[in-house]
């Protein structure tokens, strides 16, 4: 079992910037690749951003140059930097390790943008 212990969420005005953190209970260089996820209310979960275990990134669309995914090895822990934060950036964010067999999900942590 992984624990994953996600923070860092909270209210910010639009064009402001956040950063989530999500700590993990084994050796990231444990796990496949760790993931960042949101889900707004009445839409489904949605892929932010991603980092695998070699340091390749892929970002969703919406949030290409302005989110950026990065890796604290020694402290087990993957980072969402969010700048220039939207009113639709407002939703739940879950971190997520991928194994070779299996993979876990934190328990989110709400991001709420205002305009």
């Known amino acids: 079992q992984v624990q994953l212990v996600e923070s860092g969420g909270g209210l910010v005005q639009a064009g402001g910037s956040l950063r989530l953190s999500c700590a993990t209970s084994?050796?990231?260089?444990?796990?496949?690749?760790m993931g960042w996820y949101r889900q707004a209310p009445g839409k489904e979960r949605e892929l932010v951003a991603a980092i695998t275990r070699a340091g390749t990134t892929n970002y969703a669309e919406s949030v290409k140059g302005r989110f950026t995914i990065s890796r604290d090895n020694a402290k087990n822990t993957v980072h969402l930097q969010m700048n220039s934060l939207k009113s639709e950036d407002t939703a739940v964010y879950y971190c997520?390790?991928?194994?070779?067999?299996?993979?876990?999900w934190g328990q989110g942590t709400q991001v709420t943008v205002s305009s």
């Open positions: 997520r390790a991928t194994l070779p067999t299996v993979y876990y």
């Open positions: 084994i050796s990231i260089f444990s796990i496949n690749a």
